[in-house]
């Protein structure tokens, strides 16, 4: 049985103006359960976004949330979380607003290790201005701004963030919500910075265009695409071939930054003593 | 008039008609960065580009920031660049702007007039362009589709004239101009090469001639360059008009250069209007003057430069001025108003003023509200006491 989440919704913004067929809606309901189940103070819970299709999921959740600008999410969400450590900080971001336009801020959170929880809803496009391509456009893809197809590379999203310095790191779709809803609550106990890639898909601006058939087909691609970490140990390197991997990809808690912070107030207090 | 009949009427959007003017240019290199209500501009252009009906680098960059540092990057190579952008995406830019300004790259750029955050919302006012007021650039306002698409290309004649050597931001009204489809002539290739001969310039990096670019200055000699920025205004408003009457001669349509009067001859009460207002507001005119009022319109195309020297005359012809602002110049009034206002005090004008704060993130600015504003003029010609900054269709006071 799935937790009533009617408490975490704003019901009076819905329904939500993603258009059908789009993976948002499922990712967002994946945060609200693992919230749920997490059992955080929601009283103590702030969610801030960027902007785009993904950073349309903070206005429909009932938290102190903050719509920010475009690609800043993280920033914002570095200085609440410095002016309140306490506070369980969470930031809903897409892969232009994360790692286009804000990737500066993407790399240096993670190189903090500071402790927010950032789901990146990757929908390989920019939906929500009319499909141009984003970092994370696969190569040889249509977009608007490539009409014979994107000739540049992507970004490895957990590659990036692991070697930004993130310590944690897992990936999950939107056809696997259960494995989703895990990975977000091991984000949520990881003290640290903790980044989930949220595979959905973007049936209008990327789908259409590539011909890659219905939203269930979509889905479907995203069920036969991904492989389980755990079972991706037993597969030959041939097996994996154009395969991409879920569930938790790197954990490794190391020191954090807000707690290095206070450390360092304390110390230079009592040195001033 | 035989060349005329050789345009074309199209049904275009503002988008659409400034995504035409930019392929009538040939610019060599376009940034592009999505940003609503201006990315049917950069999309049109990559059809464009994708269709082969359009031979130049096209760039899809990460940022707004990005778009202007490329399009600088291209312009310092001697290359006619293009982008355009919006609201938040204009702030992005911002510390480009000054950049590209300072070192007299002469690029064009349209701005879909979109009102900033927070909070957010993606209609049509001229917060975002109006706070770039002291960046360095001309900016352009226009009332229509057509326009936009006359005035992008007048814009490259106006930025590259060696007088000027200044970037030019056409500004056109989101939603309302850039949304919405209106009969569009698109003047033939000829013509406007003809108009516009291919873009030359020795402020450009040329391994014969080894120099530097984007340099550091001195306080010996920062003054000496902001100097030669103020000269190069001064002289762009000349050559603002006089390339309207060139493409007028051409093309056959004039806008008046810097303003364009609208039955102001013999007014007593005159409204200063900015973009796609100005549309309207010519109605309003009619209606009242059937019924024997002497009002009258003044376009502003041109707010930087602004034309001084008009408005400096106007004061001494006309009882009263009110100035439309879709903006707010918070601590003050609106800015197109103080500019005016600095303007018509000249000495001996006796004028009296009214600034209408109105057409704010997208709200309509109705016939009734235009009538009212003549209305207001003339109650405090006849002394009746109105505060000087209005709020018009405010929904509580």
Redesign the interface.
């Known amino acids: 049985m799935r937790p009533d989440l009617h408490h975490l919704f704003r019901i009076d913004k819905l329904p939500h103006i993603w258009c059908p067929g789009c993976g948002h809606g499922i990712i967002t309901r994946t945060i609200g359960e693992a919230i749920a189940e997490s059992d955080l103070d929601l009283e103590q819970t702030v969610i801030v976004s960027g902007i785009g299709c993904s950073s349309r999921a903070s206005g429909y959740m009932n938290f102190d949330t903050l719509h920010t600008l475009h690609g800043r999410a993280l920033a914002f969400a570095t200085g609440v979380k410095l002016s309140n450590p306490q506070l369980n900080v969470f930031v809903l971001t897409g892969d232009g607003d994360a790692t286009a336009i804000g990737g500066n801020h993407f790399i240096h959170a993670a190189r903090r290790n500071i402790n927010l929880n950032v789901i990146l809803f990757n929908n390989n496009i920019y939906g929500m201005t009319g499909g141009q391509y984003s970092p994370l456009t696969p190569t040889g893809k249509m977009a608007t701004t490539s009409p014979y197809g994107n000739i540049e590379n992507n970004f490895d999203i957990p590659a990036l963030a692991i070697a930004s310095g993130a310590s944690y790191v897992a990936r999950g779709t939107a056809f696997h919500d259960k494995l989703l809803v895990d990975c977000i609550k091991e984000g949520i106990k990881n003290k640290g910075f903790s980044l989930i890639e949220a595979m959905s898909m973007c049936p209008t601006s990327y789908g259409r265009r590539n011909k890659m058939g219905t939203p269930a087909d979509m889905l479907n691609d995203l069920k036969t695409s991904a492989v389980n970490i755990n079972v991706a140990k037993k597969l030959t390197p041939e097996k994996l071939e154009g395969k991409f991997l879920i569930g938790t990809l790197h954990h490794k808690p190391y020191r954090e930054f807000t707690e290095e912070y206070d450390k360092l107030i304390d110390r230079l207090r009592k040195e001033d003593i | 008039m035989s060349e005329l009949k050789m345009e074309k009427k199209h049904f275009l959007s503002g988008d659409e008609a400034v995504a035409y003017a930019v392929k009538l240019c040939k610019p060599d290199v376009i940034a ?1 960065y ?3 209500p201006q ?1 049917v501009i ?2 049109k252009i ?2 464009f580009v ?1 269709a082969k009906e359009m031979d130049c680098q ?1 760039l ?1 960059v ?2 707004e920031h990005s778009a202007m540092a490329a399009s600088m990057g291209a312009s310092l190579m001697g290359s006619r660049t293009f982008t355009a952008t919006s609201s ?1 995406g204009l702030l ?1 830019m911002c510390e480009m702007l000054h950049y590209v300004s300072g070192s007299r790259f002469p690029i064009v750029m349209v701005n879909a007039n979109r009102t900033v ?1 927070a909070p ?1 919302n993606i209609y049509g006012d001229h917060r975002d362009s109006l706070s770039q007021r002291d960046s360095g650039w001309i900016q352009i306002y226009v009332e229509n589709a057509q326009e936009a698409l006359d005035a992008t290309i007048q814009a490259y004649k106006i930025a590259e004239n060696s007088c000027v050597s200044l970037p030019v931001m056409v500004n056109l009204d989101g939603f309302v101009l850039t949304h919405t489809y209106e009969l569009v002539d698109i003047p033939n290739q000829e013509m406007v090469d003809e108009f516009l001969p291919s873009f030359t310039t020795t402020n450009k990096l040329d391994f014969n001639n080894p120099k530097s670019l984007c340099f550091s200055a001195s306080p010996e000699w920062q003054t000496e360059f902001r100097y030669q920025q103020y000269e190069a205004m001064e002289a762009a408003k000349k050559i603002i008009n006089k390339a309207d009457e060139e493409f007028g001669k051409i093309f056959g349509r004039y806008y008046g250069g810097m303003i364009e009067e609208y039955r102001c001859a013999d007014a007593d009460y005159a409204l200063v209007a900015m973009g796609s207002v100005a549309g309207t507001t010519r109605l309003v005119v009619d209606k009242l003057r059937e019924e024997g009022k002497k009002v009258g319109l003044v376009k502003l195309r041109s707010y930087r430069p602004f034309p001084k020297e008009y408005f400096q005359k106007l004061g001494r012809r006309v009882k009263a001025v009110g100035v439309i602002d879709r903006d707010i110049s918070f601590g003050y009034e609106g800015a197109v108003y103080s500019d005016v206002k600095g303007a018509l005090f000249h000495p001996g004008a006796q004028v009296k003023t009214i600034n209408f704060i109105a057409g704010l993130s997208g709200r309509d600015i109705t016939k009734e509200y235009l009538t009212e504003m003549y209305q207001k003029l003339e109650a405090i010609d006849k002394g009746q006491n109105i505060a000087e900054v209005q709020f018009t269709g405010l929904r509580w006071t």
């Open positions: 592009a999505p940003i609503t990315t950069v999309e990559s059809e994708a096209y899809h990460e940022s938040q992005y955050a957010w």
